[in-house]
């Protein structure tokens, strides 16, 4: 996956809509963006639309509410039967709450591929803990991070400077986001970008995204997509280098370090190309 839309679950209009925009997954959300009043007709919309939906399109995805509200366990109830591809926890506090949901997806007899995806890092008490995801359960499949939450935990007047970068306590969430999933073994998915309109923002984001290790980023609007899509595509100069360096290692034969175009390079090198080579793989 490379882009991830959320979509509010009891809109079908908006449902109709990004179900052609390109994303590789849609968020049918019945969190944040479904009122408390609406939380069961999101259920059903989100099931319904698990049946019928193309399954041959994006993968469809379920955020949940939260395990500290009392609408978790009927969310799965009522989507698990339905087979969506992945569900996503948000304010997710450790480890331990992927195990939470899993056990009970299994207990439920979930599909084995239902994948668990979560926002990892929306309370102060959340960022001490992502060493713990690793293990937590079989399911995890990516972790993600959250500012809008943790802005808002903190009582903080806002997450960014005056130069619309992330000021510390975010900065730091994310990386720890970065590092927890990377230790787990699971895909590394950047936030959210707020301002749908400013689209150049977004790209410069999600390049720094991809500069740091992160494979994938969270959408808000079906135009932020593409932009999305191509930032983490890998390029052709991109799969042509790293085609180059895998070659020149195995041409070298049994060494740690090659040259190439005047560049010395070792054994790190060598392991991202490979792994650029693989994502571009699996994409295809």
Same mark, same amino acid.
Not at 1 to 17: C, G, I, Q, T
Not at 56 to 84: C, H
Not at 145 to 160: F, H, T
Not at 190 to 213: C, V
């Given at each position: 996956?490379?882009?991830?839309?959320? &979509?509010?679950?009891?809109?079908?209009?908006?449902?109709?809509?990004?179900?052609?925009?390109?994303?590789? /997954?849609? @968020?049918?959300?019945?969190?944040?963006?479904?009122?408390?009043?609406?939380?069961?007709?999101?259920?059903?919309?989100?099931? $319904?639309?698990?049946?019928?939906?193309? *399954?041959?399109?994006?993968?469809?995805?379920?955020?949940?509410?939260?395990?500290?509200?009392? +609408?978790?366990?009927?969310?799965?109830?009522?989507?698990?039967?339905?087979?969506?591809?992945? @569900? &996503?926890?948000?304010?997710? %506090?450790?480890?331990?709450?992927?195990?939470? &949901?899993?056990?009970?997806?299994?207990?439920?007899?979930?599909?084995?591929?239902? !994948?668990?995806?979560?926002?990892? =890092?929306?309370?102060?008490?959340?960022?001490? =803990?992502?060493?713990?995801?690793?293990?937590?359960?079989?399911?995890?499949?990516?972790?993600?991070?959250?500012?809008?939450?943790?802005? $808002?935990?903190?009582?903080?007047?806002?997450?960014?400077?005056?130069?619309? %970068?992330? =000021? !510390?306590?975010?900065?730091?969430?994310?990386?720890?986001?970065?590092? !927890?999933?990377?230790?787990?073994? #699971?895909?590394? #998915?950047?936030? @959210?970008?707020?301002?749908?309109?400013?689209?150049?923002?977004?790209?410069?984001?999600?390049?720094?995204?991809? *500069?740091?290790?992160?494979?994938?980023?969270?959408?808000?609007?079906?135009?932020?997509?593409?932009? @999305?899509?191509?930032? +983490? =595509?890998?390029?052709? /100069?991109?799969?042509?280098?790293?085609?180059?360096?895998?070659?020149? +290692?195995?041409?070298?034969?049994? #060494?740690?370090?090659?040259?190439?175009?005047?560049?010395?390079?070792?054994?790190?090198?060598?392991?991202?190309?490979?792994?650029?080579?693989?994502?571009? /793989?699996?994409?295809?």
């Amino acid at each position: 996956m490379r882009s991830l839309l959320f &979509v509010p679950a009891d809109s079908e209009k908006k449902l109709a809509k990004a179900a052609s925009c390109g994303a590789d /997954a849609l @968020i049918l959300d019945l969190e944040d963006s479904v009122a408390l009043s609406a939380k069961e007709a999101a259920r059903a919309s989100a099931a $319904a639309y698990l049946k019928t939906a193309d *399954r041959s399109g994006p993968k469809l995805v379920l955020r949940i509410n939260a395990l500290d509200t009392p +609408f978790w366990e009927k969310d799965l109830e009522t989507v698990v039967p339905a087979k969506p591809d992945m @569900i &996503v926890v948000p304010k997710t %506090l450790s480890g331990e709450c992927v195990k939470t &949901v899993g056990e009970r997806i299994d207990r439920m007899g979930g599909a084995k591929e239902i !994948g668990i995806g979560c926002v990892a =890092t929306e309370t102060a008490a959340s960022l001490f =803990t992502l060493d713990t995801y690793a293990g937590s359960h079989e399911r995890l499949s990516f972790l993600t991070w959250g500012a809008e939450d943790l802005s $808002a935990a903190l009582g903080a007047r806002d997450n960014k400077d005056e130069t619309g %970068l992330y =000021t !510390g306590p975010y900065q730091l969430a994310r990386t720890l986001t970065l590092l !927890g999933a990377v230790a787990a073994g #699971v895909q590394p #998915v950047d936030s @959210i970008w707020k301002d749908f309109r400013d689209e150049k923002g977004l790209e410069a984001e999600a390049r720094a995204a991809a *500069r740091d290790g992160f494979t994938a980023k969270m959408a808000i609007h079906p135009a932020q997509v593409a932009i @999305i899509n191509d930032v +983490f =595509t890998p390029s052709d /100069a991109d799969l042509a280098h790293a085609r180059a360096v895998v070659a020149a +290692f195995e041409e070298a034969g049994d #060494v740690g370090v090659v040259a190439l175009d005047g560049v010395m390079l070792d054994m790190p090198h060598l392991k991202q190309a490979r792994a650029l080579l693989a994502r571009a /793989a699996q994409s295809n």
